[in-house]
């Protein structure tokens, strides 16, 4: 079946960066691009970037311009985020979320990776 | 990019039809037919349970129905049942590969 796969949880000091994979299975990888998305403890869901799977264009929320980087493995399936210069308000739960107009027009996030929770801690 | 604006909580009985707003505005929810709806449990990945404002993915309870007028987007859940209860967030693009969420309505079945 369609699915994304996250890793488990991550904890890292303040200052660090952080590597996310999201591993993707049961479709096209290229006919899609995925979208990064992350929630606070007890917040909402947030924006951070989208990455075409196709040919690896990325857009990043303002916010994040400068501390994030989205990138692809082709051969492995798998989109990964890195956050760097991490604060202790990036503790967050990081999912990845398979959507955006590439090949297939969909405006929508249509499946899920589990997330991944990555605390910032000293 | 600010987030759209949805009510904190809303509340309904069992059988009762309860409607969730989203306000955005002409550069995102007003400009795009791309308005999406998203479930959460706590402690859950979200679900899709609405996109391109009106259609629902297989699986999906018709139960779910969405719209839009100018530049607020709605999703109006009819015949709640408990399973209902969680979180709601609405997703519009907002041009050149960015989109936007709103910050979250909390349902609660009585």
């Known amino acids: ?25 049961g479709y096209t990888f290229n006919n899609y691009g995925v979208s990064w998305v992350r929630q606070a403890p007890g917040q909402g869901l947030e924006w951070m970037g989208w990455i075409n799977a196709y040919n690896g264009n990325t857009i990043y929320a ?3 311009q400068g501390r994030l980087t989205t990138t692809t493995d082709t051969s492995m399936l798998t989109v990964y985020m ?41 | 990019q600010s987030a759209l604006t949805q009510p904190r909580s809303v509340s309904g009985s069992p059988g009762q039809s309860v409607t969730i707003s989203c306000t955005g505005t002409s550069s995102d929810v007003g400009g795009y037919n791309y308005v999406s709806w998203y479930q959460q449990y706590p402690g859950k990945a979200p679900k899709l349970m609405i996109y391109d ?58």
């Open chain 2, 53 to 110: 404002v009106t259609k629902r993915p297989s699986g999906v309870p018709d139960r779910f129905s969405g719209s839009k007028s100018g530049n607020t987007a709605s999703l109006t859940i009819s015949g709640l049942q408990s399973e209902d209860e969680a979180d709601y967030y609405c997703c519009s693009y907002a041009g050149s590969y960015a989109w936007v969420f709103g910050g979250g309505t909390k349902l609660t079945v009585l």
């Open chain 1, 82 to 122: 890195e956050l760097r210069n991490l604060r202790s308000d990036d503790t967050a739960v990081y999912y990845c979320a398979r959507g955006g107009p590439v090949v297939i027009p969909s405006y929508a996030m249509d499946v899920w990776g589990q997330g991944t929770t990555v605390t910032v801690s000293s």
């Open chain 1, 62 to 64: 303002q916010k994040f």
């Open chain 1, 1 to 25: 079946q369609v699915q994304l796969v996250q890793p488990g949880p991550e904890v890292k000091k303040p200052g660090a960066s952080v590597k996310v994979s999201c591993k993707a299975s």
